[in-house]
């Protein structure tokens, strides 16, 4: 078992005798990839058969559950059991779906598809996926998984993000970091090692079925995302609809068949896919009617049958940077299949004025760079890399007195952020109050999206006015949100971590990782064993070496308490009981808070040291040139 | 539920290494900024014990938050007369003196003349409102200076209206 490292922050690292895996995931609505950084190559991992893509598409019967491809060929015959786009509905309510024809969903109030296997939620769609890929990348590497980066699209809300990281723990997968897909592009590039300076960069990304463009800016290392846009319903099918479209009007097949249209798009896609490299295909259109002839499509046949649609993903990009208030940008990035047309990239040139960036396989670009980002979270480079800050994507805020919102976090806010603000009651005598969350830049609870409700009690009864409420919002790295009332003057308390509306919640989890879900082969008691130990043992060691070097922070007593608790949770680890040395590492953990606290504290002084140097070296250097 | 001022616990100052004044080099604060969060972002605590990515979680939220309240003039303004124990709900109350009262007015209406494209009438009035927020700015500094708290929470009042106004969706270009 490899022990986590415990370095001083800012202090050289230790030198691993052992790599760290880290995987980068892009979870899409159509494809999703797994990805490693072995620490000179990317490799993105492909299956059996060397296919890279793993279709978004999962397959339940009584029997079994199917991922990928094989998932993909029920489809046709039993769409209720094959769950495709599941993405589309992560995080998301039942009402939203309510009057999709598309959709069967299952009795009950949350949203889940109805399937042979029973109510299926989108986060265990999601869950399924995200274990196929582990499966198939755990052959390929040196060792297990210390855990993953996965992609979100930078315009998630914290429900769809809670609802992402939810799939990834029932996947039984280490969420290191949830990051933006735009930015996880950027870092394929390598662009966050080059932007010194400030720059603009514009993520174009066109998928199969949705559109979405991204407004970044890089400084010394910061990434923010300034703006997002798109369509949800435009991509790469449309291409081969209009294409198919077409061919069906040259044979003048005015009422295709439900085998001639499926031909058809197939047709359609091929020659698609193909005039990318060629000036024309000559396609063999028998399959489609009695006769033995070929049609000739030249490319700017397709560029012609293309051009509205490409002309809607440039009004979205054009409305970006106006909102943005951005006139041109320094880079553009290509995302997605798509953008393999040449008439998408042409088109794309001349709107932003500069060639863009295309050298990496567009579907590839986003599972790379979340697996360098991943390589550096799990510990393997330390000290030199930039840092991606991300920003949360909508304001959050409470409602107040007759249904207005009070914003207490701002939408672009640098995360993780903490933000307090005091309240008071609008009644006399009233004792309890409702904490109602909403997230939305408008001023009206009802145009706003509801993330969660809470009550806090046990107010005295006081005048209206008197009562103090201080209520705190925390959003960590990951964008996700939890929400703290406290009563001053009583030290009434109430809070909560905002979960998704109709998500799962912890017992639900937990019975599901107990049932062996997807994963039967594993030993759970023992995974969770091994987890728990070595949470405590990095704790322990943590403490250890903290203690030795800044021990004079604590007081005799303190440090009396503190091994004492240290010398339990020892005791415990010895018992190989998990529950156990959770708790007992959760006791040490709160005791030694305060410790690592005052450690921070005091790392400041050399954190800023360091600037003061580096100050002094550019002065220097300043004064030196002529 | 209403809401009144928050409470701040940190001093933002001493965290980023300033002088706690209302003048205050830029360019020091970004380097000091990106050099704590460089240090404590949760992205270097991704694989170390719960307890030390908690602890810092809640510390790279405080460098954030300072940071934003310290590089806008505006609630820097804020941050100071607040440390400096001046109550500021009162100092509300109290509102401007009638000059700028009037000078509210104006800009106002002449906010509301403004035709939408009205491109050099837009700057002019820009400039205008700028000029006035320049004065209220060295007036406030000047009074804080001095410990004149009162004189200096009605400039910063002036300084929120005025950096309210310049954020108008109708002076921004296009």
């Not at chain 1, 509801?450 to 705190?472: H, N």
């Not at chain 1, 450690?599 to 300043?622: F, H, P, T």
């Not at chain 2, 100092?91 to 009638?98: F, I, K, L, Q, T």
């Amino acid at each position: 078992m490899v022990l986590l490292q415990i370095a001083e922050p800012g202090a050289a690292p230790e030198a691993h005798t052992e790599r760290q895996i880290g995987v980068g995931i892009d979870l899409g609505t159509t494809n999703s990839l797994i990805a490693h950084f072995n620490g000179t190559d990317l490799n993105v991992l492909a299956d059996e058969a060397g296919e890279a893509s793993l279709p978004s598409v999962v397959y339940y019967s009584t029997s079994q559950t199917l991922v990928g491809s094989d998932a993909e060929q029920h489809a046709s015959v039993e769409p209720g059991n094959t769950i495709a786009s599941a993405k589309r509905m992560l995080g998301r309510s039942r009402e939203e779906f309510e009057d999709d024809p598309y959709i069967q969903l299952a009795a009950g109030e949350s949203l889940a598809f109805a399937t042979d296997a029973g109510a299926k939620t989108p986060v265990e769609v999601s869950a399924a996926i995200l274990g196929a890929l582990k499966d198939r990348a755990g052959p390929q590497l040196s060792g297990p998984i210390a855990g993953a980066v996965i992609t979100v699209p930078a315009y998630f809300d914290d429900a769809q993000r809670q609802a992402t990281r939810q799939a990834a723990e029932l996947a039984g997968i280490k969420v290191l970091r949830l990051l933006n897909e735009p930015t996880a592009a950027a870092v394929a590039y390598g662009l966050d090692e080059q932007a010194e300076e400030s720059s603009l960069l514009a993520v174009y990304d066109l998928g199969g079925g949705t559109f979405d463009i991204s407004l970044l800016r890089m400084r010394a290392g910061l990434f923010e995302v300034l703006a997002t846009g798109g369509d949800s319903a435009l991509g790469g099918d449309d291409f081969d609809r209009a294409l198919a479209a077409h061919l069906l009007a040259e044979l003048s097949i005015g009422e295709p068949t439900a085998v001639q249209r499926r031909v058809a798009l197939s047709l359609a896609r091929n020659a698609k896919e193909r005039l990318s490299d060629m000036a024309s295909v000559d396609l063999d259109v028998s399959g489609l009617d009695a006769g033995d002839h070929e049609i000739t499509v030249s490319r700017s046949t397709l560029e012609v049958l293309l051009s509205p649609y490409i002309e809607r993903t440039l009004d979205a990009c054009r409305q970006t940077l106006t909102d943005a208030s951005v006139d041109a940008v320094d880079r553009v990035v290509l995302v997605g299949g798509s953008t393999r047309t040449p008439a998408v990239r042409q088109a794309v040139a001349n709107c932003f004025g500069l060639e863009p960036l295309c050298n990496l396989d567009p579907d590839q670009v986003v599972a790379m760079g979340a697996a360098r980002q991943a390589d550096i979270l799990v510990g393997n480079r330390q000290g030199d890399e930039a840092l991606l800050l991300d920003v949360i994507p909508l304001s959050l805020g409470l409602e107040t007195y007759g249904g207005l919102v009070e914003r207490i976090v701002d939408r672009n806010s640098t995360i993780p952020v903490a933000r307090a603000q005091e309240f008071t009651t609008a009644r006399d005598g009233q004792t309890g109050l409702v904490v109602h969350v909403v997230q939305g830049e408008r001023e009206r609870v009802e145009d706003c999206r509801s993330l969660a409700r809470f009550e806090l009690t046990g107010i005295p009864p006081m005048v209206a006015g008197a009562a103090r409420i201080e209520v705190t919002f925390q959003v960590d790295a990951d964008g996700i949100l939890a929400v703290s009332a406290v009563e001053q003057q009583t030290g009434s308390r109430s809070e909560i971590v905002v979960k998704p509306a109709f998500g799962l919640d912890e017992a639900q989890i937990t019975n599901m990782l107990k049932a062996g879900y997807e994963h039967a082969s594993e030993d759970m008691l023992a995974r969770k064993l091994g987890e728990a130990r070595v949470e405590a043992e990095a704790l322990l060691d943590g403490l250890q070496a903290a203690m030795a070097a800044d021990g004079d922070l604590l007081s005799a007593d303190e440090t009396a308490a503190l091994q004492s608790d240290m010398q339990n949770l020892e005791i415990v680890i010895a018992a190989n009981q998990p529950d156990d040395i959770r708790e007992a590492t959760e006791i040490l953990g709160k005791a030694s808070e305060i410790f690592a606290a005052r450690r921070m504290d005091r790392s400041i002084q050399k954190a800023l040291q360091g600037v003061a140097l580096s100050e002094l070296e550019s002065d220097v250097a300043e004064e030196s040139t002529p | 539920m209403n809401a009144t001022a928050g409470a701040t616990a940190r001093d933002y100052f001493s965290l980023f290494q300033l002088e706690p004044d209302f003048v205050l080099d830029e360019t020091a604060l970004e380097r000091a900024y990106h050099a704590l969060l460089t240090q404590f972002h949760p992205d270097r605590y991704a694989g170390k014990p719960q307890v030390e990515q908690r602890v810092a979680a809640q510390f790279c939220a405080d460098i954030n938050s300072g940071y934003r309240i310290l590089s806008d003039e505006v609630s820097r303004a804020e941050y100071l007369l607040q440390q400096a124990g001046v109550d500021l709900v009162a100092a509300e109350r109290a509102g401007v003196e009638s000059t700028f009262l009037m000078t509210q007015i104006s800009l106002r209406e002449q906010l509301e003349e403004l035709g939408p494209s009205d491109a050099a009438g837009r700057l002019d009035l820009t400039a205008d409102i700028q000029g006035h927020y320049t004065a209220s700015r060295d007036q406030f500094a000047k009074t804080l200076a001095v410990d004149a708290y009162l004189d200096a929470a009605r400039h910063w009042q002036e300084m929120c209206y005025l950096s309210k106004l310049l954020s108008e969706p109708k002076l921004r270009a296009g």
